[in-house]
């Protein structure tokens, strides 16, 4: 029995089937990096700018997809897919050459949704218009990297936004009726559990998103984070320890909530700590047995749906 509403539940309920990301890299950068906020990216942004694991960009989208498309194809018959711009802040363009880059990616006959992991900062009404647009054409997902709500530690980690802008990208893209899929990070520096499930119980009361990403903080090798990680500044959470603050931020939402990420992992060559998290089978197969004890523990289906 699902503990939580999951985005394969999810998409299975919308197209019918199992659905997969491909990954694509939109060929943009970041104010966080360009000199327009800085030069150095948020603190625990790899040189990557979260787009590890994406396609490298290229001219002619249809070969990233196809790219992405054999990949994933090695494993599983995928017959529908999400074009997912990963990498960097992929509304920081102009917006004729975004125009071209997601009609592009949502011709694709097999695709059946776009996916953009952006900036709040970076979405000017024009380019909010373009993704209204293009909802109509195919569904459009806006992904905001919010991390946490508590202005010290925004400070700390670089975001380079206040969360009032947030929460007008919010307001925006709702009004347009685009859904939102916020990224929270568990574990920064500094921050309690209490820290934490204020910024989950936010946005559960709040602002409210459609969907969200709970990703536990990783440390990366090539960031400042590494850094301050090896000077001793801070500790990375403990297996149990994550899941405990994880679980208590599951009671926090909605249950109409789609979960799109409950850990995530970084890539192997470049990951620091937690080195626990480099076995992604074990973590997830633990995750579900600690889910069931508790359903044991309190007599009952844990954070059931239905």
């Known amino acids: 029995m699902e503990r939580y ?10 197209f019918g089937e199992k659905v997969y990301k491909l990954a694509l890299d939109g060929g943009m950068t970041c104010p966080n990096r360009d000199g327009t906020l800085g030069t150095k990216g948020c603190i625990f942004c ?6 590890d694991f994406s396609e490298k960009c290229c001219d002619n989208v249809h070969e990233q997809v196809m790219q992405a498309k054999a990949r994933i194809r090695q ?15 992929n509304t920081y363009a102009p917006v004729s050459y975004l125009t071209k880059l997601f009609r592009d ?23 909010t218009s373009l993704l209204s647009g293009l909802n109509q054409v195919k569904p459009v997902w806006v992904e ?9 530690t925004a400070e700390y980690i670089r975001r380079g936004y206040d969360l009032p802008i947030f929460e007008e990208a919010m307001d925006r893209l709702h009004s347009e009726h685009i859904p939102v899929i916020v990224h929270v990070i568990l574990g920064l ?36 984070l590494a850094r301050d990680f090896r000077d001793g500044q801070f500790k990375t959470l403990e297996m149990d320890e994550y899941f405990h603050i994880l679980f208590d931020c599951l009671e926090e939402l909605p249950e109409d909530m789609v979960i799109h990420r409950l850990t995530g992992d970084g890539p192997k060559r470049i990951l620091i700590a937690p080195q626990w998290t480099g076995d992604k089978k074990r973590v997830l197969n633990e995750m579900h047995r600690q889910m069931e004890l508790l359903d044991i523990r309190q007599g009952k289906a844990w954070k059931s749906k239905r």
């Open 144 to 152: 905001l990297g919010l991390q946490t709500i508590h202005s010290k």
């Open 75 to 89: 494993k599983t018959d995928a017959k529908k897919f999400i074009a997912y711009f990963q990498s960097y802040t």
């Open 5 to 14: 509403y999951t985005l394969n539940r999810y998409l299975r309920e919308q």
């Open 105 to 127: 990616a949502i011709a694709e006959p097999d695709v059946v949704a776009l996916s953009i992991g952006t900036r709040p900062d970076c979405l000017s009404e024009e380019i």
């Open 46 to 51: 790899s040189e990557g700018g979260s787009g």
């Open 189 to 224: 520096p500094g921050e309690t559990r209490e820290d934490m499930l204020e910024t989950i119980r936010y946005l559960a009361d709040s602002h409210r998103p459609d969907g969200i990403k709970l990703q536990l903080l990783h440390v990366l090798e090539g960031t400042d």
